[in-house]
């Protein structure tokens, strides 16, 4: 079994920045795929950007290219999110994701991809 604990969420200023971080346990060893999703009250779970650990290949919501960056520490065995310039539209909770396989294009934004999932972490940004 593989466990995910989300940190970094807090409270910020529209155009300011958060870093969250992802660290995973148990079973991590067969991870391949990390990702973020996110999801606000009332609406779907979001995809908003993942990695692979072989090739260098990271994905991007449209909606946070040119403002996040994904990243791993594969000797830590964590996933990070870098948040620059947010908005208040960027409010939800943010969760990180696990697979157990490798992902490409449109496979990598479906939630059903992932087989573990983190508790999330809240992220506000204030007008």
């Known amino acids: 079994q593989v466990q995910l604990v989300e940190s970094g969420g807090g409270l910020v200023q529209a155009g300011g920045s958060l870093r969250l971080s992802c660290a995973a346990s148990?079973?991590?060893?067969?991870?391949?795929?990390m990702g973020w999703f996110r999801q606000a009250p009332g609406m779907e779970r979001e995809f908003v950007a993942a990695?692979?650990?072989?090739?260098?290949?990271?994905y991007y919501a449209d909606s946070v290219k040119g403002r996040f960056t994904i990243s791993t520490d594969n000797a830590k065995n964590t996933v990070s999110l870098q948040m620059n310039n947010l908005k208040p539209e960027d409010t939800a909770d943010f969760y990180c994701?696990?697979?157990?396989?490798?992902?490409?294009?449109?496979?990598?934004?479906?939630?059903?991809?992932?087989?573990?999932w983190g508790q999330g972490t809240q992220v506000t940004v204030s007008s």
């Open positions: 994701a696990a697979s157990n396989d490798y992902c490409s294009g449109y496979d990598c934004w479906r939630p059903s991809t992932y087989d573990y």
């Open positions: 990695i692979t650990w072989i090739g260098d290949r990271t």
């Open positions: 148990g079973r991590s060893f067969s991870i391949y795929t």
